[in-house]
């Protein structure tokens, strides 16, 4: 009989334990771009540079992890020695930024769900070729008309993109441009 109860008692024990008032996980929302944001690869401040930035909630860590350009955001989630519970992925959405010097501090895309134009005539922040995020298809393609580069999804995007230094564009003898025609 003793041995009934242990039995019931550790039984009941684990399910108590297995209960949880939490539920399922709520989808983390994107916290807005402030002058406290430092870009995880930088380490300088993200608003001191122009284009898309990107940010990462990571499991339940309170915090963002920032990125100066949409593109890191981007090779985080490729680069195996980085933490791989990533709980939202977020970009400017730059269909709704006031200009390409200010993407804007709460206009931000699920990065998986946002269409982005690679290899445009257009540099990112740190002057690398950047992955321009839009939350519509049309803003995206109508952005590559005026600055060439192709649309793609996320799951498009090219590991060699990100990672390496990027397809620069046709070298027409100009200089690549470091702002671009948003509208």
């Not at 949409?70 to 490729?78: H, K, L, P, S």
Request: aromatic share 8%.
């Amino acid at each position: 009989m003793r041995t009934l109860l242990a039995a019931l008692a550790t039984a009941f024990a684990l399910a108590i334990a297995g209960c949880s008032d939490e539920g399922p996980a709520q989808p983390q929302k994107p916290f807005a771009l402030t002058m406290d944001a430092i870009g995880r690869y930088c380490g300088m401040n993200v608003l001191e540079h122009p284009g898309p930035k990107g940010q990462i909630l990571l499991g339940k860590i309170p915090e963002p992890i920032w990125f100066s350009s949409a593109r890191d955001a981007v090779a985080f989630t490729m680069l195996p020695e980085e933490p791989k519970n990533i709980a939202a992925i977020y970009v400017s959405d730059m269909a709704k930024a006031e200009s390409w010097e200010k993407p804007g501090a709460e206009n931000w895309v699920e990065a998986r769900q946002a269409f982005y134009v690679i290899a445009s005539a257009i540099r990112g922040g740190m002057g690398a070729p950047e992955t321009v995020p839009f939350s519509t298809q049309a803003a995206a393609a109508e952005f590559a008309g005026k600055n060439g580069g192709q649309v793609v999804s996320f799951a498009d995007i090219p590991p060699a993109y990100v990672l390496g230094p990027g397809e620069a564009p046709a070298d027409d003898g100009m200089p690549p441009q470091t702002t671009g025609s948003l509208q």
